[in-house]
């Protein structure tokens, strides 16, 4: 139940394309859901956040989908750029992520073609 | 604005050793946490600190310790070193109260058990 899990693995597209990474997840007691992105070598950083009272985010060209009564998630990337390059992380989390004890899905090595 | 710093970046140890691994979280934050990042597991959380006192434990064994002091800064240990601790050991800090923290990772802390 406290498994998040994310597909797919590896994922590669075309610049201009539009990755989506999907997330799911068993706990009902999560209620923030957080997605970083990692470059080698780096810590992971947070890219964007949803609570469960909202169906859809967007911050730039990122935005997160969520449907609530399926229990999946998941992040889209509008116009790629081969900068966009990186592992990506989706993972929840609860007390409205107030506290730091996440639970990280396995991440989505992302690539990017010029 | 100092970022998260881990130190050593990286140390190579024996089986049967024993490391401790040092955070120093964003000034003003309170609350340190620890993730274990591997290829197979990802990233895992082992514990979290907030204002000296452990508030979250993952599912670690008992060989896996931490502390934070009056400053916010953080040590993880781990005894009896194991080959499966190898690993890259991240610290997040945050404010660590109510609302979304955004969790902010240090580089890492590279462990390669031999």
């Known amino acids: 139940q406290q498994q998040v899990k994310q597909s797919p693995q590896f994922l590669i597209v075309q610049k201009g394309g539009i990755p989506i990474i999907n997330c799911a997840y068993e706990?009902?007691?999560?209620?923030?859901f957080p997605w970083y992105q990692q470059f080698p070598g780096k810590g992971p950083a947070l890219l964007i956040a949803i609570r469960p009272d909202v169906s859809e985010k967007k911050e730039g060209r990122f935005t997160i989908s969520f449907n609530k009564s399926a229990k999946q998630f998941s992040l889209h990337i509008m116009d790629s750029q081969p900068g966009d390059s990186a592992t990506y992380f989706c993972?929840?989390?609860?007390?409205?992520?107030?506290?730091?004890?996440?639970?990280f899905g396995k991440g989505t090595k992302l690539s990017v073609k010029p | 604005k100092a970022g998260v710093t881990q130190t050593p970046r990286y140390l190579i140890k024996t089986r049967g050793q024993q490391v401790t691994l040092s955070c120093s979280p964003i000034s003003g934050h309170r609350s340190v946490s620890w993730y274990q990042q591997t290829p197979g597991q990802g990233l895992q959380f082992l514990f979290e600190?907030?204002?000296?006192?452990?508030?979250n434990k993952g599912n670690f064994p008992g060989r896996f310790s931490g502390r934070q002091f009056s400053n916010s800064r953080s040590e993880m240990n781990v005894s009896t070193l194991e080959l499966g601790d190898s690993a890259l050991y991240l610290c997040?800090?945050?404010?660590?109260?109510?609302?979304?923290?955004?969790?902010?990772f240090g580089a890492g802390s590279r462990l390669t058990v031999l």
């Open positions: 997040a800090s945050s404010w660590g109260q109510t609302g979304a923290n955004v969790l902010t």
């Open positions: 706990n009902t007691a999560f209620d923030y």
């Open positions: 993972a929840a989390g609860r007390g409205g992520g107030s506290q730091g004890n996440l639970i």
């Open positions: 600190y907030f204002s000296e006192t452990q508030r």
